[in-house]
């Protein structure tokens, strides 16, 4: 494995919460949609507050 456990469990806690489970590995593919809805949902709660 090239990557140290925890960094990699540290990695998925920070990025997708408590949800999932250590042994969680997503693909760089999936990481990506993750993020972007991350940032479409943070886009969304933002609005309301800048009109």
């Given at each position: 494995m090239p990557y140290p456990f925890?960094?990699?469990?540290?990695?998925?806690?920070?990025?997708?919460g408590d949800d999932f489970n250590d042994d969680v590995c997503l693909s760089n593919a999936e990481?990506?949609?993750?993020?972007d809805?991350?940032?479409t949902d943070y886009v969304e709660q933002k609005k309301p507050l800048t009109r």
């Amino acid at each position: 494995m090239p990557y140290p456990f925890m960094e990699l469990n540290d990695a998925a806690e920070l990025n997708l919460g408590d949800d999932f489970n250590d042994d969680v590995c997503l693909s760089n593919a999936e990481v990506a949609v993750i993020l972007d809805k991350q940032k479409t949902d943070y886009v969304e709660q933002k609005k309301p507050l800048t009109r």
